[in-house]
């Protein structure tokens, strides 16, 4: 702890908290650092564990009064590790309740929460809104950023369902944000990341999703140049109920996947559908006769289908997107290619995923990148530091081939830090001036920036 931090300040700051304060040393501290990336490794000075927005604020006057640079963890997912850093962190995991109201169909979300925990929320009346791909991502980082995931295509991207957010600023105040009040943070708020303030409370539309099916199908990688066209021609008039992607990964130890294909290279098709398995079988039923070489099909509760690709924590990660006008054969010759240069085995995904349907007519928010029908993700994960500069490598290489078919955009939660440039791309250069307009009447110092970063106007 720096010397400038007296230790009666720190009383101070803990007689009034509801939550927790751990400085090093504490129990519990080293625990509490530790981020999703595993390549990040952070000490703070103080890790604020809030309660309440009260909470929140008090950290927030504290690191100011105290010129420590702030940074904000929600589910702390962010492949940057934005969340942590070596001054104060705004920790909100206590912050994590969900309270449905069924016959409202909205859900209030505690800014701390995972997916899992609006998920298992919602599921039992048969109900869900646009979550990620991975149950772990925080709720909060997800929507700020715009939110992308498997019912995209049926109701939108996360920011599409959001009716209002519960806000705490740079100053201290707390404000209820939606279309009515502070309607112009709110618009930033779709997309604009956490460059306004504090989330502590979020909530959504949602929508009956009882359950969902989906299609596992396998090939081995020799088979993925002849398989992936035949995907993108589903997909180009799929019903908007149709989610997944189509992935190279390692093969798991699973029933379903053929025994050469397990803990090697693999290529895959998933489908996900917003409805029975009565139904999706039938619409399924095109790409079930390309030969592959093994799989599963399921109906499942929509909150099973958000763990079924969970990462595994504690591992290293590297990821970055390219978000694609077109998808013609000579990209599908490219990313088929750098398909060898993944880390295998690992927990690695080489993804291209469908957009358009809702997600593509949703409102007009900082998200440009919604207009692309097709994102390829790299997303590196891998345990072996050694591997590190071959996957960062081959996250490069792959944006770099695909770069010729990009719209420019990107979901800025798909990449880590690439600089001003790409996110300049991720919010729209025709919505700089008005998002920095924003920035500057809500955080005029730029506290809150350890993220992708606006500077205020």
Same mark, same amino acid.
């Given at each position: 702890?720096?010397?400038?931090?007296?230790?009666?300040?720190?009383?101070?700051?803990?007689? =009034?908290?509801?939550?927790?304060?751990?400085?090093?040393?504490?129990? =519990?501290?080293?625990?509490?650092?530790?981020?999703?990336?595993?390549?990040?490794?952070?000490?703070?000075?103080?890790?604020?564990?809030?309660?309440?927005?009260?909470?929140?604020?008090?950290?927030?006057?504290?690191?100011?009064?105290?010129?420590?640079?702030?940074?904000?963890?929600?589910?702390?997912?962010?492949?940057?590790?934005?969340?942590?850093?070596?001054?104060?962190?705004?920790?909100?995991?206590?912050?994590?309740?969900?309270?449905?109201?069924?016959?409202?169909?909205?859900?209030?979300?505690?800014?701390?929460?995972?997916?899992?925990?609006?998920?298992?929320?919602?599921?039992?009346?048969?109900?869900?809104?646009?979550?990620?791909?991975?149950?772990?991502?925080?709720?909060?980082?997800?929507?700020?950023?715009?939110?992308?995931?498997?019912?995209?295509?049926?109701?939108?991207?996360?920011?599409?369902?959001?009716?209002?957010?519960?806000?705490?600023?740079?100053?201290?105040?707390?404000?209820?944000?939606?279309?009515?009040?502070?309607?112009?943070?709110?618009?930033?708020?779709?997309?604009?990341?956490?460059?306004?303030?504090?989330?502590? !409370?979020?909530?959504?539309?949602?929508?009956?999703?009882?359950?969902?099916?989906?299609?596992?199908?396998?090939?081995?990688?020799?088979?993925?140049?002849?398989?992936?066209?035949?995907?993108?021609?589903?997909?180009?008039?799929?019903?908007?109920?149709?989610?997944?992607?189509?992935?190279?990964?390692?093969?798991?130890?699973?029933?379903?996947?053929?025994?050469?294909?397990?803990?090697?290279?693999?290529?895959?098709?998933?489908?996900?559908?917003? =409805?029975?398995?009565?139904?999706?079988?039938?619409?399924?039923?095109?790409?079930?006769?390309?030969?592959?070489?093994?799989?599963?099909?399921?109906?499942?509760?929509?909150?099973?289908?958000?763990?079924?690709?969970?990462?595994?924590?504690?591992?290293?990660?590297?990821?970055?997107?390219?978000?694609?006008?077109?998808?013609?054969?000579?990209?599908?010759?490219?990313?088929?290619?750098?398909?060898?240069?993944?880390?295998?085995?690992?927990?690695?995904?080489?993804?291209?995923?469908?957009?358009?349907?809702?997600?593509?007519?949703?409102?007009?928010?900082?998200?440009?990148?919604?207009?692309?029908?097709?994102?390829?993700?790299?997303?590196?994960?891998?345990?072996?530091?050694?591997?590190?500069?071959?996957?960062?490598?081959?996250?490069?290489?792959?944006?770099?081939?695909?770069?010729?078919?990009?719209?420019?955009?990107?979901?800025?939660?798909?990449?880590?830090? !690439?600089?001003?440039?790409?996110?300049?791309?991720?919010?729209?250069?025709?919505?700089?001036?008005?998002?920095?307009?924003?920035?500057?009447?809500?955080?005029?110092?730029?506290?809150?920036?350890?993220?992708?970063?606006?500077?205020?106007?």
């Amino acid at each position: 702890m720096a010397a400038a931090l007296h230790s009666t300040l720190l009383t101070d700051l803990r007689a =009034g908290f509801a939550g927790e304060v751990l400085a090093p040393g504490d129990g =519990g501290y080293d625990q509490a650092r530790v981020v999703f990336n595993a390549m990040i490794d952070r000490h703070p000075q103080l890790i604020a564990q809030c309660e309440s927005p009260a909470d929140v604020a008090a950290a927030i006057a504290f690191g100011r009064e105290q010129e420590l640079e702030l940074a904000v963890r929600a589910g702390g997912h962010a492949v940057s590790g934005a969340s942590v850093n070596d001054g104060l962190v705004v920790d909100l995991r206590r912050m994590n309740s969900v309270v449905v109201d069924p016959e409202a169909r909205v859900a209030r979300v505690g800014g701390g929460a995972l997916m899992t925990d609006l998920d298992r929320a919602t599921q039992p009346y048969g109900l869900a809104t646009t979550g990620g791909r991975d149950s772990s991502t925080g709720v909060a980082g997800l929507t700020l950023g715009g939110g992308s995931g498997w019912l995209e295509r049926k109701y939108g991207l996360t920011c599409d369902n959001l009716l209002s957010v519960q806000l705490v600023t740079a100053d201290g105040e707390q404000l209820t944000v939606d279309e009515d009040r502070h309607p112009e943070l709110f618009w930033a708020l779709h997309g604009g990341g956490g460059n306004f303030g504090v989330a502590t !409370e979020f909530t959504f539309r949602l929508h009956q999703v009882p359950s969902v099916s989906i299609a596992m199908l396998l090939w081995p990688p020799e088979a993925a140049p002849t398989v992936l066209p035949h995907y993108t021609d589903f997909m180009a008039t799929a019903p908007e109920e149709v989610g997944g992607g189509f992935v190279y990964f390692t093969g798991p130890p699973e029933d379903f996947v053929p025994p050469g294909l397990v803990g090697r290279l693999a290529a895959a098709v998933l489908l996900t559908y917003t =409805g029975g398995e009565a139904e999706a079988r039938e619409v399924f039923r095109p790409m079930l006769g390309y030969g592959h070489a093994g799989g599963m099909i399921a109906e499942l509760p929509y909150a099973e289908l958000q763990c079924m690709l969970d990462d595994p924590p504690g591992e290293r990660n590297y990821w970055s997107a390219e978000y694609l006008e077109e998808f013609p054969a000579p990209a599908a010759e490219r990313f088929c290619a750098r398909a060898a240069d993944m880390v295998v085995p690992s927990a690695s995904m080489h993804a291209l995923f469908p957009m358009g349907g809702a997600a593509a007519r949703g409102e007009d928010f900082p998200v440009p990148w919604r207009a692309a029908p097709w994102v390829v993700h790299p997303f590196g994960v891998w345990a072996d530091p050694a591997d590190d500069a071959r996957g960062r490598q081959w996250a490069h290489d792959v944006c770099a081939d695909l770069k010729p078919w990009s719209i420019g955009a990107v979901y800025l939660n798909f990449i880590g830090d !690439e600089g001003a440039e790409r996110v300049a791309a991720g919010l729209g250069t025709g919505n700089a001036r008005r998002l920095a307009a924003v920035k500057s009447a809500y955080d005029p110092e730029n506290l809150f920036h350890l993220n992708h970063n606006i500077v205020p106007a």
